[in-house]
């Protein structure tokens, strides 16, 4: 078998490149043992992490491989491995984000916002979905239930909440709330201060208006 130790990432720029290396020293005194293939496990799937092996280089006893055209937004687990004659050896398993990217596709939409950690913000429907919903079967007053214009998600959960006790709805906050899309199910209503900065940098980037996000 094999020590495995110092098992590292470094993410470049653009986010989608990553170095991965690791120290390993043999276990075994001797020095007549073959090794067939050594490099990184590396999926989004912890389940299926044995199914894309990549093969490194070793330089001493550090094994390394840097890894391109990763997934934006997303969550990587890897590990590295080393197969002889006698079986396959694995390391532990470590994680690493890579970035949110402008523009880019995560999370069943389009990015349109990303905070100052650059592993967080918002997307847009990357489909439009044009659907008539009323606001709310009833007259309200919804300025009386939302106090800030810049959370979403918080105001279309009081909008919900409040019509929770009533016979009248609130079909649009429902549509969004309900809606799911590619298995993400956290959409909501835009709030006033979201969806400007939204619309502008669609139009500006070529796609039609959409007005429903995630965050």
């Known amino acids: 078998g094999y020590n495995f130790s110092n098992l590292s990432h470094s993410l470049n720029e653009p986010t989608t490149s990553v170095d991965l290396s690791v120290q390993y020293i043999q276990k075994s005194t001797s020095a007549n043992i073959n090794i067939l293939e050594q490099g990184f496990l590396i999926s989004t799937n912890e389940s299926s992490l044995g199914n894309n092996r990549i093969l490194g280089s070793i330089s001493g006893n550090t094994l390394q491989k840097q890894i ?30 890579t970035k949110a990217v402008l523009g880019g596709l995560a999370q069943g939409g389009i990015i349109v916002e990303v905070d100052a950690s650059g592993f967080h913000g918002k997307v847009v429907t990357s489909t439009d979905y044009w659907v008539r919903k009323q606001w709310s079967t009833e007259s309200c007053g919804f300025n009386d239930l939302i106090t800030r214009f810049d959370d979403g998600l918080e105001a279309t959960e009081k909008i919900l909440d409040y019509f929770s006790a009533k016979t ?48």
Do not use: H, M
């Not at 990587?76 to 470590?94: P, R």
């Not at 809606?179 to 796609?207: C, H, K």
């Open 168 to 215: 009248a709805s609130a079909p649009a906050a429902e549509y969004c709330f309900n809606l799911v899309i590619d298995g993400f199910d956290d959409w909501f209503l835009p709030d006033f201060d979201e969806i400007r900065p939204a619309q502008i940098y669609l139009s500006n980037a070529g796609y039609k208006q959409k007005v429903l996000e995630t965050d």
């Open 68 to 97: 391109n055209d990763l997934n934006i937004s997303s969550t990587y687990y890897y590990q590295a491995f080393v197969e002889n004659e006698y079986g396959l050896f694995k390391s532990e398993i470590e994680t690493f984000n």
